[in-house]
């Protein structure tokens, strides 16, 4: 009982390309690098309130090998950043990197000899969520856009 | 409250007390180096602040002498609170260890190593805590270039300055 019997015996026609990146899209697998106090949004963002199971991507990963989506969530520091990198390069392709918060981004009003003034300067970064912390509607924009992104990848280009 | 303490200390080591007061209620002594050590023995065994609750050190920079190493100890059997300072000067700052004394001061000190390249004599261990061991120069003292910056990574592109 589904969408079949609504259907009948119908054909539905699509591009693989289209498919493909609207099965990657609403199946993300996080990796969250919660270092800092922005972790506490990112679990509000991830709980029943705010609810990210609704756009696919509720479950997350504590291995890189495992999880498609990098969430770098607080404050990175020279001294972690070589971790960082690892996690980064341990994930399979394809990958998406969102930074999360000012200090991700920028380094935040961490300016200063020990913190990294923002994490694309040791992986790149696909989206960047502004904020100190940022609310968990901008956590959702920035999921929104991550999706978008990945409808709009080609497959056949070589990264 | 413990002025009594402040009294005692400087009628056990006269030499030793350069100055006290007490402000806010904060009592404070302020020490020679020479006689820390043996000081800090007396106010653990005879006067009983068994627990030392921070070490830190202070940069004080167009001052002279210019470091200062400041021990706030407790005493749980008494209630006691007293503050001690120690001055040390840029050409040679080192200072005996109070790890003999109270092992807990031992992190502390490496930290206070580590950020203002300050030397305890007779710690067992002296070694950079938080930083990572390539890191170069003293980050928390007044000359340390503010934008200075040591990544452990090539960077894919400069910091901004």
Known sequence: ?159 | MSREVLEKLKARFPDAVMETHSMFGNDTAMLKRESLLEAMRFLKDELKFEMMVDLCGVDHLPEIPRFEVVYHLKSMSRGYRVRIKVRLPEDDPVLDSVVPVWKGANWYERECFEFYGIKFRGHPDLRPLLLYPEFQGYPLRKDYPHKQRQPRLPLLKPERR
């Not at chain 1, 699509?14 to 697998?29: D, Q, V």
């Open chain 1, 1 to 159: 009982m589904g969408l079949e019997t609504a259907l009948g015996d119908n054909w539905l026609t699509t591009k693989l390309e289209f498919f493909i990146n609207w099965a990657r899209k609403y199946s993300l697998f996080q990796y969250p690098f919660v270092t800092a106090c922005c972790g506490m949004e990112y679990m509000s963002t991830m709980c029943a309130h705010y609810d990210i199971a609704r756009f696919g991507a509720e479950f997350t990963r504590f291995t890189p090998r495992q999880s498609d989506l990098l969430l770098v969530v607080g404050t990175i520091n020279h001294k972690v950043a070589p971790v960082l990198r690892k996690v980064y390069e341990q994930m399979t392709e394809p990958k998406w990197v969102i930074s999360f918060g000012a200090c991700a981004s920028t380094g935040g009003f961490y300016d200063n000899y020990a913190v990294l003034q923002g994490i694309d300067k040791i992986i790149p970064v696909d989206v960047y969520i502004p904020g100190c912390p940022p609310r968990p509607e901008m956590v959702l924009d920035a999921f929104l856009k991550i999706q978008e992104k990945i409808q709009k990848t080609r497959l056949l280009e070589s990264k």
